[in-house]
């Protein structure tokens, strides 16, 4: 099956090629979402700001799970870059909820 025929491209949407799959380029990839989650960063398949908090607390839950499961075996630079991203996106999803998070509560919304 070649390229075409998959509907697969040699690079991502911008057309380059896909960066090198590392710990630290997985962990940016996470952190991108939760961006745009946030409405921090335009959603690059739409180009619109969009935001969804849920889907931000779940991004930001991901890489606290990453944290703590891999808390032994990061590098320095690794342990830093998860540590600072995951401190700005805290602050960033206060900034947007609220210190109480009152709008992920269940409270006044209908059961699903």
Not at 19 to 44: Q, W
């Amino acid at each position: 099956m070649n390229q075409q025929s998959c509907g697969c491209s040699s690079g991502h949407a911008s057309g380059g090629p896909m960066p090198e799959v590392t710990f630290s380029t997985f962990i940016l990839s996470l952190a991108s979402s939760a961006l745009v989650h946030l409405g921090e960063v335009p959603n690059p398949e739409t180009g619109s700001t969009e935001t969804n908090l849920p889907l931000a607390k779940h991004s930001i839950d991901v890489l606290e799970m990453l944290h703590m499961k891999t808390e032994r075996c990061l590098d320095e630079q690794e342990r830093k870059l998860l540590e600072s991203i995951l401190y700005e996106l805290r602050m960033k999803f206060v900034i947007k909820c609220g210190p109480d998070c009152e709008c992920l509560s269940k409270k006044g919304q209908a059961p699903a």
